[in-house]
């Protein structure tokens, strides 16, 4: 069964770290495009940062410099360092995935998300 899910969300403070952690069950993850996305309560879901299968990554405004996509092929697993993080960074966090390749090729997967709160 293909399917991602996430972990590591919970309770931050201001200015602390936080890695999320994405597995990416039956996927060979050199053939996808892997990344985050997130949804802070009652916004839109918005871009979180993209790497592609050719390696050059999307950012948003808000993240660049603080958040880092990472995967591990041999794991099938997608990662996001979340430094620095602020107040507005409170979300629901989204791993996603894009097969680029094969006879799905174009077919996306969305992970269930984890809950990130930052505050005191």
């Known amino acids: 069964q293909q399917q991602l899910v996430e972990s590591g969300g919970g309770l931050v403070p201001p200015g602390g770290p936080r890695k999320l952690s994405c597995k990416a069950s039956?996927?060979?993850?050199?053939?996808?495009?892997m990344g985050w996305f997130r949804r802070a309560p009652g916004n839109e879901r918005e871009l979180v940062e993209l790497?592609?299968?050719?390696?050059?990554?999307t950012y948003s405004a808000s993240v660049k410099g603080r958040f880092t996509v990472s995967r591990d092929s041999d794991q099938s697993m997608v990662f996001l360092q979340m430094n620095g993080l602020k107040t507005e960074d409170t979300a629901t966090y989204f791993c996603?995935?894009?097969?680029?390749?094969?006879?799905?090729?174009?077919?996306?997967?969305w992970g269930q998300g984890t809950q990130v709160v930052v505050s005191s």
């Open positions: 996603y995935t894009q097969k680029t390749s094969g006879y799905d090729a174009g077919r996306e997967y």
């Open positions: 039956g996927m060979i993850v050199n053939f996808y495009d």
């Open positions: 790497n592609a299968r050719d390696g050059t990554s």
